[in-house]
């Protein structure tokens, strides 16, 4: 019953079977069956599915949503109530996060996690995408968020957020980028590629603050994201495909509750963040 609630839930706020296909790491499959099956046992229908890309919730939908919800936050208050009766601290999570994300998103992830999961410890590991892809796939991490379109076998990846990247900085000839693995680094050579640009000189820097504070220094130009971009450095749009993603990538076959309480909560945050944008 509590997996059903669950997946009503996110339908019911999402307004989408496959966004919250996409939000719990489940088929779309999984999700109609639930909502079929939570259908069959109140014996009414709860979404109107004739739209073709979202779901109207009926009547019946808003009469159990408030249950649902107060349902689900009972439950998971009761954890934390048993965990602190038993000694126990919660969960251990360890996060690794690329810089960019790091910058852009991670704080109100923290705030979240410490307001909403207060009992999660965690562990933070801030890298390049494929540094903490790899640290996923050798089990040193629980949790990646990932700023390229990477993907690896035994591992759910979901949409979090999109970032428009420009080019910034004085063009001194120099293109400033960061290390290899590194999502900047990926999407320069993708400019690179695309313009045919021959630099006079490539620096590249394996920090994202010292890059960004370079280019306020004049030093050179560096495809970044448009929301890093110092006051007063010029920009240089480059067109909608150089709207990146970012993304939350966990094993496929993890069951901690804990880790799916924490995954749901950075999904949620970072579509917080885009409504707000």
Not at 114 to 131: G, H, K, W
Not at 187 to 201: A, G, K, N, V
Request: aromatic share 6%.
């Amino acid at each position: 019953m509590f997996e059903r609630l669950r997946v009503f839930d996110a339908v019911y706020q999402t307004r989408s079977f496959t966004a919250a296909a996409q939000r719990l790491f489940v088929s779309q499959p999984t999700v109609s069956h639930h909502i079929a099956q939570l259908e069959e046992e109140l014996h009414t229908p709860l979404f109107d599915r004739s739209g073709k890309q979202r779901v109207i919730p009926l009547p019946a939908a808003d009469a159990l949503a408030e249950f649902a919800q107060g349902t689900l936050t009972s439950w998971a208050q009761l954890q934390d109530r048993l965990a602190h009766l038993t000694g126990g601290k919660g969960a251990y999570l360890r996060l690794g996060v690329s810089q960019s994300i790091a910058t852009l998103l991670l704080p109100r992830v923290i705030a979240a996690l410490q307001q909403e999961l207060p009992q999660l410890q965690y562990d933070l590991t801030v890298s390049n995408s494929q540094a903490v892809l790899a640290g996923l796939g050798e089990k040193h991490l629980d949790l990646g968020l990932l700023e390229q379109p990477l993907n690896r076998s035994g591992m759910t990846r979901q949409l979090l957020a999109a970032d428009q990247l420009v080019l910034a900085g004085a063009a001194t000839g120099r293109l400033l980028t960061r290390e290899n693995g590194s999502g900047i680094n990926f999407y320069t050579d993708q400019y690179l590629h695309e313009t045919d640009r021959q630099p006079t000189s490539i620096c590249r820097v394996n920090n994202n603050a010292a890059l960004v504070e370079m280019v306020a220094a004049g030093v050179g130009q560096a495809v970044m994201s448009a929301a890093l971009v110092p006051d007063g450095v010029p920009t240089t749009p480059l067109g909608p495909h150089f709207l990146r993603s970012f993304y939350l990538m966990r094993p496929s076959d993890s069951q901690d509750p804990w880790l799916r309480r924490a995954s749901d909560l950075i999904a949620r945050v970072a579509a917080d963040g885009e409504d707000e944008d």
